[in-house]
């Protein structure tokens, strides 16, 4: 094993920033216009002989199911990119498009369909690509497509199934999903025909108008597999040089598209494995053959012959699937934090005066939670990087660069980091969508302007949670006269407790967004905002048109023998007083999902507690993104956060919670970030079967803090129908359904829009 000292000094910050003042001052980024105006980021650059308009860029995030079967971009995929062209971006990037089909069995479906968009089937598939490309320019936008050679061992393993056909990789190596399957080594033959697809697939990207290619050399896609020696451990053939695949491909596309056409290419300076996971890469089975990946200094050279081979510019970060918190940046990871890497990348090559064929410098496009004008503009003019790439961002607010262009920053809706609609949605087959802007995905069937109601009606909306804040809003905005009822102190419901760590300062942005945009609501008198409960008989004596129920969840407590003797709170009476905590150091925390994960962590970095969370199912935070279950279970395991999963809490007693475990050999690690927890429907028959054997445990505890959930509070809206209340009343939220920022906002919306 070797170390990468720059890498591992990264790595070792990921966690440990919120620890103190000095790294919360440099992590925590806010929605500020200190720097307007931003001169840096609207300044133009070229790119071989395409001229960008700022240097802003939309990142590549999958266009899964934004597409026919067949695999030509839908009206779906287009009002999305179109979206984003009119919002003022210079580049749009488009998600993985494969160049592999026939060769990687990951990527196809049944019937050899498809859930990516293709460009190597037909014209009637080249048609899509088309309108794309010609909708985008419209907007004075410009756009290139991301090119995958495939995914390789990061595949669908289903294809075993489905196809009778093993996953593919570049030696052979564990599947990510289920490491028990193997993917076969693909021959030199396979690659070379991967090859020549690419050349055909830019040159048909350059006829249909598009204005570059991309090629995804990063993450541990099949690019990275056959280029990181990590993946790449062939002795024999013209791809045991893990620099060569990568070279031949690049010199393919620069062969077909000629001098002129823009190629970009991204990469991982490092995959980080062994500084991420040190002595454990030796017993985990799915990461002990990934050893000897690429040092940064390895990734440089190899980056400097691409630039010879034909590469005009990249973009860098850091990470693989196996800690997938790197290459998709979760909630809990500081701001801007891959611009080091950039701006290593960017010094070493104007210190060695590195230039394309065209005789430019190569730009260098810093990536990682840049979604804050004001960072986004110093890492300009510090000269950290030569562009800023926006995914998340972009996602949550189309309209980042106008806005930030006019100085309207506090009129940006930020992103939270949640990845529950960018990503958990189509890994549970759905398309790319947002928690927090009910639009995206649903640009080809939602107006962009909502219509003027035919109807002014009076609402009563109860609750100023996420779901309720945001339904009055937009119907507001079309005009309906909305009483907005909330019994607390301050709008934001839960997300008062959850924008408390300093970790979830993204989510702390978007609670004072909603703030600000209701209070001018109420100050031009749009909204007219009660500060206190709403009852049945007030409801009913104002006679609204429509009432709709926000007002979320109960919190669960656990009827346990010999509560009275345990000092309790609910997890997020204590985040909002931490006060409560007072001398307490060893807390036990009851419930291992989303809230009690990111509470053990507060407690643990900030607190200095020791930390014990108990979880009655098999994995902590069941359900959540990959990204920011790896991060914080990760990190919790490094500053000495205790997790008992498969375990039910028996009673208190006086200092001590007494549990019962199961400590059988097959009761998953409760600490594996490496692998994933598979989506519901897909069943995993290899997976080992858990037995029954129980052991008890008294564990140590001054406090224990209980973060079960909390079951949705309906009894208002159905006391509402039985007293028929007003002619139509609706319960959205939490109150509904328990769940997330997600759900709310989306029916929110959707509900508003249509009054």
């Known amino acids: 094993m070797k170390n990468d000292l720059f890498v591992q000094e990264l790595i070792d910050s990921y966690g440990n920033w919120v620890s103190t003042e000095e790294g919360k001052q440099s992590g925590i980024a806010r929605m500020t216009d200190n720097l307007y105006p931003y001169d840096s980021i609207f300044s133009p650059i070229r790119v071989n002989k ?36 009119k919002g003022g971006t210079a580049l749009l990037a488009t998600g993985l498009i494969p160049i592999s089909h026939g060769i990687d069995n990951s990527i196809a479906e049944k019937g050899n369909l498809s859930y990516f968009p ?29 090119l995958t050679p495939g995914l390789g061992r990061v595949g669908n393993p289903q294809c075993l199934v489905n196809q009778h056909k093993f996953p593919g990789s570049a030696s052979f190596n564990p599947n990510f999903y289920i490491p028990e399957v193997p993917c076969l080594r693909f021959s030199d033959g396979s690659l070379k025909k991967i090859i020549k697809n690419g050349g055909q697939a830019a040159a048909d990207a350059k006829v249909c108008g598009l204005d570059g290619v991309y090629l995804h050399g990063h993450e541990g896609y099949l690019l990275d597999q056959v280029t990181n020696p990590a993946f790449n451990r062939r002795k024999l053939g013209r791809y045991a040089d893990w620099q060569r695949f990568g070279i031949d491909l690049i010199e393919e596309i620069r062969r077909r598209v000629g001098p002129d056409y823009p190629i970009m290419y991204r990469i991982d300076l490092s995959l980080a494995l062994e500084e991420t996971y040190g002595e454990d890469m030796k017993k985990a089975k799915s990461l002990k053959k990934f050893t000897d990946g690429r040092s940064s200094a390895d990734t440089i050279a190899y980056m400097k012959n691409l630039v010879k081979a034909g590469v005009d510019m990249f973009d860098v970060d850091l990470g693989c699937y196996d800690n997938w918190w790197l290459p998709h940046p979760s909630a809990g990871m500081p701001a801007g934090c891959f611009l080091k890497v950039a701006k290593l990348v960017k010094d070493d090559f104007e210190k060695n005066n590195v230039l394309s064929n065209a005789g430019l410098k190569v730009p260098i496009v810093a990536v990682g939670k840049l979604g804050y004008p004001d960072l986004a503009e110093k890492a300009l003019r510090d000269g950290m990087c030569d562009m800023i790439m926006l995914g998340r961002p972009l996602l949550a607010d189309p309209e980042w660069p106008n806005k930030a262009y006019a100085g309207d920053v506090s009129a940006i809706r930020p992103c939270i980091g949640c990845q529950e609609g960018c990503i958990n949605e189509f890994v549970d087959g759905g398309h790319p969508q947002c928690a927090v802007n009910a639009r995206t995905g649903f640009e080809d069937t939602i107006p962009e302007i909502p219509s003027i109601p035919e109807n002014i009606k009076n609402i009563a909306v109860i609750g100023a949670g996420p779901a309720g804040m945001n339904f009055a809003l937009t119907a507001s905005a079309r005009g309906h006269k909305i009483d907005l009822y909330e019994a607390g102190d301050k709008v934001g419901g839960k997300m008062i407790a959850g924008s408390v760590p300093a970790g979830k300062y993204d989510f702390d942005n978007y ?4 703030e600000v945009q209701i209070n001018k609501a109420i100050e031009n008198k749009q909204i007219n905002f009660i500060n206190k409960a709403a009852d049945v008989q007030t409801l009913k004596e104002k006679k609204y048109d429509t009432i709709v129920t926000a007002i979320g969840t109960k919190g669960m407590n656990l009827r346990i023998p010999g509560i009275e003797q345990m000092k309790c709170v609910q997890a997020t009476d204590l985040l909002v007083k931490p006060e409560l905590l007072g001398d307490a150091k060893d807390i036990v925390i009851i419930g291992g999902g989303v809230v009690g994960c990111e509470t053990g962590y507060w407690l643990s970095y900030e607190k200095n507690c020791n930390v014990t969370i108990v979880e009655m199912i098999p994995y902590f935070m069941d359900g959540a993104c990959t990204a920011n279950r790896g991060h914080l279970i990760h990190y919790m395991k490094r500053n000495g956060v205790r997790l008992i999963n498969m375990a039910k809490v028996e009673s208190f007693s006086q200092g001590a919670v007494n549990i019962k475990k199961n400590v059988h050999k097959n009761v998953p690690d409760p600490y594996n970030t490496w692998q994933p927890i598979l989506p519901k429907n897909i069943p995993n028959p290899l997976a080992p079967k858990v037995g029954q054997e129980y052991e008890d445990e008294a564990i140590k505890a001054d406090m224990v803090v209980f973060a079960m959930g909390g079951r949705a509070d309906d009894s208002l809206y159905f006391e509402l129908l039985k007293q028929h209340c007003a002619p139509e009343i609706y319960n959205i939220g939490d109150s509904f359904a328990g769940g997330r920022v997600l759900e709310a906002n989306r029916a929110a919306y959707r509900l508003a829009i249509k009054l």
């Not at 001229?51 to 009206?75: F, H, Q, S, V, Y």
């Not at 293709?118 to 497509?145: E, F, K, N, P």
């Not at 609670?511 to 909603?514: A, P, S």
């Open 511 to 514: 609670r004072v967004y909603m």
């Open 50 to 85: 395409l001229t960008l308009k700022n240097r802003l860029m939309m990142a590549p995030m999958g266009n899964i199911d934004m597409c026919e079967e067949t695999g030509r971009p839908n009206d779906k995929m287009q009002q999305y990119f179109f979206a984003r062209a």
């Open 118 to 146: 293709r460009i190597d089937r037909s014209r009637t598939v080249l048609v899509g690509w088309r309108d794309l490309a010609q909708g985008v320019h419209s907007y004075g936008s410009r756009i290139v497509i991301q």
